[in-house]
């Protein structure tokens, strides 16, 4: 059964490798690349195209889909687009193809978004013809199209990319711990931990909390990731965080392969001994106004007043009943890694862990030598 995936809500995780990376496998049965000119790409409403298909039942029969792909597409983009490709083909047009589409025919903004489907497609089909015999290269997954790309879009796949990336963790480390694995229409991501570096790292750095270095893995094909790798973390005392500083980018343009991304793992995996040096460092800056320090580090680097406000509480609680005397810029950091524990939504808690792990880099000192605002 497919059709509950091809929904535009769909998401699923997984918490072991094999399934994740056979469900990649099976996603790519089901997905396919068309090049054809732009010119070629005609946009209509599912009320124009009721007028040949009276209900929704008969159009997903000449879709030759299920109906409940069409009640979802009137609940979302409400399009089909027909591809002229020697014959013409009809597909549904899922939500996550809009970023896509807009940068294809170069209409940004809210404004546009705000327009009714008759007005969309209208200025839509203009764009296109205007674009001529200019190749797009449009993505079809699980019976609609998910995003429509310029001719300089390289394909990378997303099962051989995961599989590459973690057999060859596999190789250098002997074994990994996944953390997650999700995948929507617009991402899929997985995140692991080489746990078997905990004793080592611990023993060598020796600070107060045990540090495992990870990586988050992510892309996507509708226009939303770059393929990027990057080191993830997670400590004992529940911290993650995400150096963003640190990714391996590889664009899904030109002649990128994944050879070119295997190529930059080892440098990445060097970096992880920077990050416990930058803690090692934090644990040597002591903290005179810790709150203050706190709220004006998290504003540095973009975290919610909601949020900020919560990590001060927790901070002004601990320091009233554990009778602290000395806090460090290392005790306002981990505060600070503390905050993706309480994000369930995993491309929420990826952006906030990208977020809280600039915190590593801050300069505390100088924070707390300024005048409050």
Request: with cysteine.
């Amino acid at each position: 059964m497919t059709k509950g995936k091809g929904l535009d809500s769909f998401q699923i995780s997984f918490n072991n490798t094999e399934e994740f990376l056979e469900f990649l496998e099976k996603r790519e049965v089901y997905t396919g690349r068309i090049s054809v000119p732009a010119k070629n790409l005609k946009f209509y409403t599912l009320e124009q195209v009721k007028k040949w298909y009276k209900t929704s039942e008969e159009l997903a029969e000449r879709l030759g889909i299920d109906v409940e792909l069409v009640k979802d597409t009137e609940n979302n983009t409400k399009m089909v687009v027909v591809i002229e490709n020697g014959h013409k083909d009809p597909y549904l047009l899922g939500s996550s193809s809009w970023v896509s589409i807009k940068n294809r025919i170069d209409i940004y903004g809210k404004g546009f978004d705000m327009l009714g489907p008759e007005e969309q497609v209208r200025d839509i089909n203009v764009r296109m013809s205007q674009l001529g015999d200019e190749e797009v290269q449009v993505i079809i997954v699980y019976d609609k199209i998910r995003a429509i790309m310029s001719r300089m879009y390289a394909v990378v796949i997303a099962a051989d990319f995961f599989k590459s990336v973690l057999d060859y963790s596999r190789e250098r480390f002997d074994s990994f711990e996944l953390v997650e694995a999700y995948a929507d229409h617009n991402v899929t991501r997985c995140k692991i931990l080489f746990t078997e570096l905990r004793e080592e790292l611990a023993e060598i750095y020796k600070l107060p909390d045990e540090y495992i270095p990870g990586l988050v893995i992510q892309t996507s094909d509708t226009g939303f990731s770059a393929n990027r790798i990057g080191a993830y973390w997670q400590s004992s005392s529940r911290g993650s965080f995400i150096n963003s500083n640190e990714y391996i980018y590889a664009k899904h343009k030109g002649e990128v392969t994944l050879e070119d991304i295997l190529e930059e793992l080892p440098n990445l995996f060097i970096k992880y001994q920077n990050t416990l040096k930058k803690f090692a460092n934090l644990l040597t800056i002591e903290i005179s106004q810790p709150v203050k320090v706190l709220k004006k580090a998290c504003r540095h680097i973009g975290v919610a007043k909601k949020h900020t406000k919560m990590l001060v509480e927790e901070l002004e609680r601990e320091l009233s009943t554990a009778g602290i005397t000395t806090t460090t810029a290392y005790d306002i950091c981990r505060k600070i890694l503390s905050l993706p524990n309480y994000v369930t939504d995993s491309t929420q808690k990826t952006d906030l862990q990208e977020k809280v792990g600039r915190a590593v880099n801050i300069n505390y000192t100088k924070f707390e030598e300024e005048e409050d605002e």
